[in-house]
């Protein structure tokens, strides 16, 4: 199974991504987190872990990945990385794992002057398309904010599109443009409510009516605090327990 976690900035992407990652993990599946987030310094945290090195640099760094990539783009018969991968066959040196959860990061943008994303938005859409999984696999793609993405058609294959919509109206218009993006493209959308009060909620949820909200997540001032100070997000999500058993 593959989920992308998609919404704004701010919504609480990686928050959802690595509490659904630690239930799914509960449940036995074999879990891979993939951050696409070249902006994203806290979901290590999140998991309780150390940041990976950026996966970019296996293939030699930025500038040798790019080469490799616009090669492709203009003779799509050469594979730029002509290799299969398992979950458990990634390359160790670019994989952190805690608790039956893996996490790997395409990589990050570390320097004024480096340049845009664009070689680790394909190399995103090169690793899905060669990554192999076993029936109790499931890889989580926290994705950076926005649509660009979905743009690059990076979710080709998913089976789940996790749109994260906190109480703004540019959330609210966000996740109609996502969901009309996905089209036909054979995933499943589901919203997932977050940060709701009760008088919010009841807003929201009229915003959503006839749609498939899959989650609704109060406010829960130990969960913010907890993402506040960089701590691992240890606690269980009522919520979050009956997302992860939707989803079978």
């Given amino acids: 199974m593959k989920i992308a976690v998609c919404g704004k900035g701010g919504s609480g992407k990686s928050t959802i991504s690595a509490l659904l990652a630690r239930a799914m993990a509960a449940r036995g599946h074999n879990v891979l987190v993939v951050d696409l987030d070249e902006s994203n310094y806290g979901l290590h945290r999140q998991l309780g872990m ?4 950026d996966f970019i ?13 616009v090669e492709y783009y203009q003779d799509r018969t050469k594979e730029p990385f002509d290799m299969k991968w398992s979950i458990a066959t ?41 990554l192999v999984l ?13 649509v660009e993405h979905l743009g690059r058609g990076i979710e080709a294959g998913f089976d789940h599109i996790m749109v994260v919509v906190d109480p703004s109206y540019e959330s609210l218009r966000l996740s109609r443009k996502i ?3 996905v089209g036909n493209n054979g995933a499943k959308v589901h919203f997932v409510l977050n940060k709701m009060d009760e008088e919010i909620q009841k807003l929201v949820l009229g915003w959503f009516e006839g749609k498939s909200v899959a989650a609704v997540i109060p406010e829960d001032r130990g969960l913010f605090r907890a993402t506040l100070e960089g701590r691992e997000l240890d606690m269980e999500i009522p919520a979050i327990r009956c997302l992860a058993d939707s989803l079978y």
């Fill in 50 to 53: 150390e940041a990976p090195a």
């Fill in 57 to 69: 640099g296996y293939f030699g760094g930025k500038e040798a990945a790019t080469k490799k990539i």
């Fill in 90 to 130: 990634l390359p160790s040196g670019y994989v952190v794992v805690k608790c039956g959860i893996r996490l790997l990061s395409i990589g990050k943008i570390h320097d004024f002057g480096e340049g845009c994303a664009c070689t680790m938005g394909s190399l995103s859409e090169l690793l899905f398309k060669n």
């Fill in 134 to 146: 076993d029936e109790n696999d499931v890889v989580i793609a926290d994705t950076e904010a926005g």
């Fill in 179 to 181: 969901e009309a993006m």
